[in-house]
């Protein structure tokens, strides 16, 4: 499931997310598009978390990457 991260964490400019609108691929495309605009270090590792949220591994933290029921970007928190 990392891959659609981490096609979303590569995509230059995205028009549409090409996964079905809801699905964990989506989240998780999103989570990457995201992440990459943030300037945080490069992911190691991405997976679907509890509810709305994604659970991103770095090489010295884990975030976690929230989204409301929308599907709206709610905020990013470092873990450790």
């Known amino acids: 499931m990392s891959e659609s991260f981490f ?9 549409a997310n090409p996964h079905l609108w809801s699905s964990d691929n989506w989240l998780l495309f999103e989570a990457g598009y995201l992440f990459a605009k943030r300037g945080t270090s490069t992911p190691i590792k991405a997976t679907k978390s509890r ?10 933290n884990q975030w976690i990457m929230r989204f409301n029921k929308r599907l709206n970007f709610e905020g990013l928190e470092r873990l450790s």
């Open 51 to 60: 509810g709305f949220s994604v659970r991103i591994f770095t090489q010295a």
């Open 7 to 15: 096609e979303g964490y590569n995509a230059q400019d995205v028009l």
